[in-house]
C-alpha cells in the first residue's frame, strides 16, 4: 500500500522567500513521486516528477524536488518565492509496475505576501 | 491538441436527482480515472477504465455510484438519487496506454457538483 503525508496544510511565504514544501511518502515498492499544482477552480498540473532516473529534478516554473530514499521524502523547493506561485500543492505517489493510480496528499496551500 | 475535456463544469441538483459528468480524454488517451475532491481535502481515487473495461472500481462508494467508457463516446460518472455529501469536485484524468506505468495523468479542469 503507498501513502503520502504532507506536511502543513498552510504556508506562508514573502515574494522572493523561500519556498519549502514537505512531502514524504510510504512504498512497498519503488515508488514514482509527482508534484501537482491547482490554481482556483482548475484542474491538476504537473510541476515534476520522479520516475526513478536522477534524484534531483526539475519542473516548470522555477520548482525542483529532490528524491530521499533514507528520509522517504519529496520535498518540494523554489529559490524565491512569486506572488503567482499562490496555489494549492498536491505531492502524489504511485507504485511502479502497476496501473496508473495517484494517491495523493491532503495537499499545501501555499500563501505569497508582499 | 485538446486536453482532458469535462462538462459540466457546474452542476446543481436537489437531492434524490441523478447527477451525470463527462469526460472526454486526450486525444490519443485510452486510460481514464475519476477522482473526488471533497473540500478541504485532497483528491481521492475513485476508478480507473479503459473503453469498454473497468480496471480498478475500489475508490468508488457501494452504492448509487458508477462510471463507464464505451467505445465511443465520453466516459460517464453517474451519480443516482444523490445526496448533500456528494457535493465535490470531480476530476476526469487521462493517460496513454503507453505511459501507463510512469503514472503520469492529465487532469481535466473538473465537474463542480452542488447537491440542494
Known amino acids: 500500500a503507498q501513502s503520502v503525508t504532507q506536511l502543513g496544510s498552510h504556508v506562508s511565504v514573502s515574494e522572493g522567500a523561500l519556498v519549502l514544501l514537505r512531502c514524504n511518502y510510504s512504498?512497498?515498492?519503488?515508488?514514482?513521486l509527482f508534484w501537482y499544482v491547482q490554481y482556483p477552480n482548475q484542474g491538476l498540473q504537473l510541476l515534476l516528477k520522479y520516475t526513478s532516473a536522477a534524484t534531483l529534478v526539475k519542473g516548470i516554473n522555477g520548482f525542483e524536488a529532490e528524491f530521499k530514499k533514507s528520509e522517504t521524502s519529496f520535498h518540494l523547493t523554489k529559490p524565491s518565492a512569486h506572488m503567482s506561485d499562490a496555489a494549492e500543492y498536491f505531492c502524489?505517489?504511485?507504485?511502479?509496475?502497476?496501473?496508473?493510480?495517484?494517491?495523493f496528499g491532503t495537499g499545501t496551500r501555499l500563501q505569497v505576501t508582499l | 491538441n485538446a486536453g482532458v475535456m469535462q462538462n459540466p463544469r457546474h452542476l446543481v441538483r436537489r437531492r434524490g436527482q441523478e447527477a451525470r459528468l463527462r469526460c472526454s480524454p486526450m486525444?490519443?488517451?485510452?486510460?481514464v480515472y475519476w477522482y473526488r475532491q471533497l473540500p478541504e481535502e485532497g483528491l481521492k481515487f475513485m476508478v480507473y477504465l479503459q473503453k469498454e473495461n473497468i480496471i480498478d472500481e475500489s475508490g468508488m462508494p457501494k452504492e448509487r455510484f458508477s462510471a463507464e467508457f464505451p467505445k465511443e463516446g465520453p466516459s460517464i460518472l453517474r451519480i443516482q438519487q444523490v445526496v448533500r455529501g456528494d457535493s465535490a469536485a470531480y476530476f476526469c484524468?487521462?493517460?496513454?496506454?503507453?505511459?501507463?506505468?510512469?503514472?503520469?495523468?492529465?487532469f481535466g479542469e473538473g465537474s463542480r457538483l452542488t447537491v440542494l
Open positions: 484524468a487521462s493517460s496513454p496506454a503507453w505511459d501507463r506505468d510512469t503514472g503520469e495523468l492529465f
Open positions: 486525444k490519443g488517451h485510452s486510460h
Open positions: 502524489a505517489v504511485s507504485e511502479t509496475g502497476t496501473a496508473s493510480k495517484l494517491t
Open positions: 512504498s512497498s515498492v519503488p515508488p514514482y
